[in-house]
């Protein structure tokens, strides 16, 4: 099976950052690509960014990229997320996802967090 | 980016009946989608991939269908358990996308 337990979020100022961080277990975290999903309170899923079991690529969508760095660290079986400059508009759950193996698993997503609410406010 | 529209917003029923839920892509997403459940106050679960397989553990009365750009997540003979909001979700193009979900409600 596996769990994702999410940390680090809270209230935050409008420009200020924050880290967020995803502790795998049960599964092989190296083997697995993994994502940021958010959800602003009340609202649909946005997806955020995705990196790759070696962390050796990353993409995010345009609303924060420059902003947000997703990273790993396979010793730890660790995800992060540091949110830089942060805006209103970010407040939300984020989670981490698990993505599937295989050709016709790739990019969905099969295990998810619990989520950590971050909410930007002055 | 590829916008997916799903409707109804709402969907209310009664244990027993069929649920047909649609999702529309703005382009062609061939056939990789998802649809995803999520219960009030928890993280989203992946019930079908790649239009029509389901994720384990998830009851053969949830079937998906469709190709191209429209979709449909059918739930036959709903149980309790399965008032939820639906989420489509392609993979086609990046960045990966979701259909604002469709909320099926007990009537």
């Known amino acids: 099976q596996g769990e994702l337990v999410e940390s680090g979020g809270g209230v935050v100022q409008p420009g200020r950052s924050v880290r967020l961080a995803c502790v795998a277990s049960g599964f092989t975290f190296r083997d697995y690509a993994m994502n940021w999903v958010r959800q602003a309170p009340g609202k649909g899923l946005e997806w955020v960014a995705v990196i790759s079991s070696d962390g050796g690529n990353e993409y995010s969508i345009d609303s924060v990229r420059g902003r947000f760095t997703i990273s790993r660290d396979n010793s730890k079986n660790t995800l992060f997320l540091q949110m830089n400059s942060l805006r209103p508009e970010d407040t939300a759950i984020y989670y981490c996802a698990r993505e599937g193996r295989g050709a016709s698993a790739a990019n969905y997503l099969d295990y998810w967090g619990r989520g950590t609410l971050v909410t930007v406010s002055s | 980016e590829i916008v997916l529209t799903q409707s109804p917003a709402t969907l209310s029923l009664s244990p027993g009946e069929r649920a047909t839920l649609s999702c529309r892509a703005s382009?062609?997403?061939?056939?990789?989608l998802a649809w995803y459940q999520q219960k009030r106050g928890q993280a989203p679960r992946l019930v079908i991939y790649?239009?029509?397989t389901r994720a384990p553990g998830i009851p053969a009365r949830f079937s998906g269908s469709g190709s191209g750009t429209h979709f449909t997540l059918t739930i036959n003979n709903l149980e309790p358990e399965d008032f939820a909001v639906y989420y489509c979700q392609q993979r086609s193009n990046w960045p990966l996308t979701f259909g604002g979900g469709t909320k099926v409600e007990v009537k």
């Open positions: 382009q062609s997403v061939g056939s990789t």
């Open positions: 790649d239009t029509l």
